[in-house]
């Protein structure tokens, strides 16, 4: 069993910057890819940005320039750097964990519960 905490989140204006931390802790044997996704009222929830154990970036268009995903295998942490934050951006952000766990070292999903980005003047 895998247990996920968020932070960072927090409100601030257009222009300015946020920075969110992730760690995975529990049971396991490795962490596979680690990431942000988001959900903005009455939209399906979407890919941020996720890391892989190798470093292997992925960004949504949207963020790309502006985000920094980052992560320290050795803590099972992975941190999200937001620059030039954009009103549309305002969502709860959800911390994606890839475990390895389990008698068949099988991959299983965990979301932490949420951290609130809100960007408004």
């Known amino acids: 069993q895998v247990q996920v905490a968020e932070s960072g989140g927090g409100l601030v204006q257009p222009g300015e910057s946020l920075r969110l931390s992730c760690g995975a802790s529990?049971?396991?044997?490795?962490?596979?890819?680690m990431g942000w996704y988001r959900q903005a009222p009455g939209k399906q929830r979407e890919l941020v940005a996720t890391?892989?154990?190798?470093?292997?970036?992925r960004y949504a268009d949207s963020v790309k320039g502006r985000f920094t995903v980052s992560r320290h295998n050795a803590e099972n942490t992975v941190d999200l750097e937001m620059n030039s934050l954009k009103s549309e951006d305002t969502a709860p952000y959800f911390c994606h964990v890839r475990a390895i766990e389990g008698m068949w070292a099988q991959e299983t999903v965990y979301w932490g519960q949420g951290t609130q980005v809100t960007v408004s003047s």
């Open positions: 529990g049971t396991f044997f490795s962490i596979n890819d």
């Open positions: 890391i892989s154990r190798r470093g292997t970036t």
